[in-house]
């Protein structure tokens, strides 16, 4: 496999974290996905704006990402959890048809119950891409210790050949 490209939507920080983390790791590129007019809520509220926003199917225009996908075997895509599933902007990247025929991995961020998000990311993404894995990350600033030694595990747990290719 060759080359591989980091996706990520980040709205506190968390997300950004795993992904750069990852970033290091696998000598990877790196993309943050941002929506043209983002959420400027904060506090409680952003939990209720962005909760109406992924009940609402919500598909935020994003900014363009100027990434030549053709350069990238996979795909690591990383998302905070709102409302049990992934945010309005992987929604957007996910329906835009962008990625295909890709290997694809997904990491989420949370402070809780991530639902079934490995379910609904699965079901959105366009069925030529190859799942290679999934993992969730809760509480990464109470866990700092933990984050390396569970995306080492996490990686050794991807098939051998993309391993060997990284």
Partial sequence: MGK????????????????????SYLNADLKRIQPIHEMAQKGFGKYVWGGAMVVMKKEPELKPLGIDFSLYDTIWIGTPVWAWTFTPPILTLLKSDLIRDKHIVFFYTHDGGPGHIEKKFLSCLHPSNRMLGAIGFESIDEHPDQLATKMENFIQTLPESYRNNR
Avoid: D, P, R
Wanted: hydrophobic letters at 35%; glycine letters at 4%.
């Fill in 4 to 23: 591989t490209l980091i996706l990520y939507y980040s709205y506190e920080g968390h997300t950004e974290k795993v992904a750069q983390m990852f970033t």
